[in-house]
Each structure stands twice: as structure tokens, then as C-alpha cells.
């Protein structure tokens, strides 16, 4: 198998590429049971919760948002269903949401009473905006909102000491926040807490709506990272959103900036344009030498899930999963690749042109034209019909195109080119 390596900068002259690189992956945390679900057209239910969270301990996840419970019914019945079927294995943290109010502090220690461990996740919004139009609330009165959730969340923990507890508070709307406000109610809740090496607490920084240019949320990560009174007992966190399509890149530049941890969803899912892609995020480590510590060694089934779960298909040129990424076209294109498969260089890195990684590190396989067979998801469908016969499928029917095309392999078995999908579309919708 080959390897991967760090980037190397190449020289131009008297210029450089960016030498700034990540050398060790974040901690993780997957926010796609409530980020994600709270998203959906319709929110998950429990069967659904349950296989994406199996899912999620299975590729690797320490850290799972399992709900909001304080604010449905549903997150609480799903929390309780983990803890009374034991569903959390050992090194396995459950985080639940609270806004830091204190019935709702309250309703959200009785949905997790008896679970091994949780992460106690407050947050309020400190942006102006919300401070002046939505509370009603002068900059202090937001402080000692935080603050007195603080307290309150760490008494009810002192009190049930059967559980392992961590604390995480986020000042929601943080980039459109002054930063020396943001600062001042962080290092107010983490004095509350008495954060310390031994005892670190979680500080999760969101781009709630991405607003700016990934460098600017990183420099905002920066400053907070340089300027935090209890750095040393503070993980810090970065929650970006995906409004102007580069969550990935501000989570990138924000590690590079003093982040520790990550919190986003598999294949970007989330509110409006999604949250962080974490498998993009994850795998572009994996591509410049960095194992991230989770797996996709199953990509395939993991997308399957995910698109099960959602009910929201996944492009197919999705970075990494897509059913179209690892297909060339083109015969130049094809002739490289085969060019790079066929030599073995002696330093085993890995070097075959137009393929950023070895798709059979996923699971998958270097596919010379499209096909569609048994493993092909709908995307690789609706494509070829578009490719092939100009017919754009809506997502709907792209769901229930492919299950009838599924009924049809499983029938006969094998791949369906063009021709046989197109006379199955044909069958099913345009004859009377
Ligand atoms: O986007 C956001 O700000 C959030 C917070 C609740 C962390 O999801
Ligand atoms: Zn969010």
C-alpha cells in the first residue's frame, strides 16, 4: 500500500506555497443528531437516530451530540433509549444542547440521569443583534446569562457524581460577536467552571452563519486562542456553517490558527448549507499524511446510512464519496491513471496523477467510464440519464427512480448501462 505524506511546499523562485500545515488531527465531535436532524425536512426518529449513531461510534466518534432534549420530545426519548438500552460504549461521550435557561438546564440533567458520560453543552447568541433586538439584553445581562448557566450546570453535576461529567458552553453567533465581549463571557464561564489542565473545559467558538472569508474566523480562532485567560484548561472548539460554501476551509485555517477540536456533520449536512463536512475535513488530513483517527475505510456503507437517515442524497461529486470521483472520462485522463496504477515508485508514496488518494483506501475502485450497478447511488443515475438523454431528474424521483432500479438488479443482477436505464425510465413514467 502506499503512503501518504505531509505536503511539501515547492519553491518558485523567491516565492513559496503556503507552509502552514495540520500535524495532528482535532478532536472530533459530530453534531449530525442534532445539528444535522434539527435540519431535516423531517427530523429522524428513533430507528433512524439509532443506526446514524451506531454509525458514528463505528467510524470512530468519541464525541456525539445525541439531541436537544429540553426542546423535544423526541431528542429526550431518544437520549433515554440510549442510556436504558446501555448504547454507549466505553470512551464514548454523549453531548446534549441546552440554551442556558434554567428549566430548560434543568429538563436537560433529567434526560441524561444515569448515562456514563456526558458533555453538558450551554450556549446563548452574544452577537449585538441579538443582544439588542431578540433578549432585550444589555452586554452584561447576556454575561450573567452564561454565568448563571454556568453555576447552575455545575451544581446539578456535583450532585449526580454516578456520571462523568464535561461542561461546554458556546457563545452562539460568536463570529459576528465583538471579540473582547465574546472573551469576557468565555473566560467568565470558565472561571465558573475552574477550568484547569487536570479539569479542561470545552470552548466552542460557532460561525453560526458564515459570514466572511475562512481567514478572518481564523484569525478571530487566533485571537481567542491567544488571548483566553485559562487556555491551558480550555479545548478549544470551532463550529463552522457552511454558508459561503468554505466551512471547510475556515475549519482548516482555524486549526492551523490554535484550534483543538472540530464539531460538524457527515457529508455536511446541517442547517441551510450544512455544518463542517467532517469526512471531507477528515480525509483531506488523511491526504497530506495525517491518519485522523476515524475510519472510512467503508465509505460507501457510511454514505448509505447517512443518505437513509437524511433522506438527503448526496451529490456525485461529493469530495471523496461522490459517485462520480473516482471516474475519468476522459481518455487522456484514463491514460495517466493507468500510467500511475501500473509503476510502483521505490519511496511507496503515492503517486497517481488526477486522484488525490488510493480509492480503494475507501473501499471503492478507479472506475475508467460511469456504470451503474448495485453499488451506485441515485446521483450516479440521475447523472448518466442527464449525461446520456438530457432528463433531469428532481431529487424526489431520484429516491424513487433508483429503488426501482435496485428491484431491477437484484432481479437480474449485474450493471445497467444507459440503454437499460433509460428503457426502465421509460417503462415506469412516460408509457400510458
Ligand atoms: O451554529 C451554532 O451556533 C450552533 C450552536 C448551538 C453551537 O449550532
Ligand atoms: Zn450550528
Known amino acids: 500500500t502506499r503512503k501518504y505524506q505531509p505536503f511539501r511546499p515547492i519553491r518558485l523562485r523567491d516565492r513559496r506555497w503556503p507552509d502552514h500545515t495540520i500535524t495532528r488531527p482535532p478532536v472530533w465531535m459530530s453534531t449530525d443528531l442534532r445539528d444535522g436532524n434539527q435540519a431535516l425536512f423531517e427530523p429522524m426518529d428513533v430507528e433512524r437516530k439509532r443506526a446514524l449513531y451506531d454509525c458514528l461510534v ?37 453531548e446534549v444542547l441546552t440554551q442556558a435557561r434554567p428549566d430548560l438546564i434543568k429538563r436537560t440533567f433529567e434526560a441524561v440521569a444515569g448515562a456514563p458520560r456526558v458533555i453538558v453543552h450551554v450556549y446563548n447568541a452574544t452577537s449585538p443583534v441579538f443582544r439588542e433586538v431578540v433578549f432585550r ?16 450546570i455545575r451544581g446539578l453535576a456535583a450532585e449526580r457524581p454516578e456520571t462523568a461529567w464535561r461542561f461546554q458552553y458556546s457563545p452562539e453567533t460568536f463570529s459576528t460577536t465583538e471579540p473582547e465581549f465574546a472573551l469576557s463571557v468565555v473566560d467568565a464561564v470558565t472561571a465558573v467552571w475552574d477550568a484547569s489542565a487536570d479539569a479542561p473545559v470545552i470552548i466552542n467558538l460557532p460561525a453560526t452563519v458564515e459570514m466572511a472569508s475562512p ?3 481564523a484569525d478571530q480562532i487566533e485571537w481567542m486562542h491567544r488571548h483566553l485567560a485559562r487556555r491551558e484548561g480550555i479545548v478549544l472548539s470551532v463550529h463552522p456553517h457552511n454558508d459561503r460554501g468554505t466551512g471547510v476551509a475556515a475549519a482548516e485555517l482555524a486549526l492551523m490558527a490554535g484550534a483543538d477540536r472540530v464539531e460538524g456533520c457527515l457529508f455536511g449536512n446541517g442547517e441551510r448549507t450544512g455544518n463542517v463536512d467532517l469526512v471531507t475535513l477528515a480525509l483531506n488530513l488523511y491526504t497530506q499524511g495525517v491518519h485522523p483517527g476515524l475510519d472510512f475505510s467503508r465509505i460507501n456503507d457510511v454514505l448509505r446510512t447517512v443518505e437513509h437517515c437524511t433522506e438527503i442524497p448526496v451529490h456525485p ?11 475519468a472520462f476522459s481518455g487522456s485522463h484514463q491514460d495517466a491513471i493507468r500510467k500511475g496504477f501500473a509503476v510502483q ?28 450497478n448495485s453499488q451506485s ?45 433509460w428503457e426502465i425510465f421509460e417503462r415506469e413514467y412516460l408509457r400510458l
Open 317 to 327: 461529486r461529493h469530495p471523496y464519496v461522490g459517485d462520480l470521483v473516482f471516474t
Open 58 to 94: 463505528d467510524v470512530g466518534f468519541r464525541e456525539i451530540e445525541v439531541g436537544f432534549p429540553s426542546a423535544s420530545q423526541a431528542d429526550y426519548d431518544f437520549v433515554r433509549h440510549l442510556i436504558d438500552s446501555d448504547a454507549i460504549p466505553e470512551g464514548v461521550w454523549i
Open 345 to 372: 515508485p521505490e519511496d511507496g508514496l503515492w503517486s497517481v496523477p488526477y486522484l488525490t488518494i488510493d480509492p480503494r483506501d475507501l473501499g471503492r475502485s478507479y472506475e475508467s467510464v460511469i456504470r451503474v
Open 377 to 421: 447511488g441515485k446521483g450516479g443515475m440521475a447523472y448518466l440519464m442527464e449525461q446520456a438523454y438530457g432528463v433531469t431528474l428532481p431529487r424526489r424521483l431520484q429516491v424513487e427512480f433508483s429503488r426501482v432500479v435496485q428491484a431491477h438488479m437484484d432481479a437480474g443482477g449485474g450493471e445497467v448501462a444507459a440503454e437499460a436505464l
Open 137 to 152: 439584553q444589555s452586554a452584561e445581562g447576556v454575561q450573567t446569562m452564561a454565568v448563571e448557566a454556568a453555576r447552575q
Open 215 to 217: 481567514n478572518v474566523y
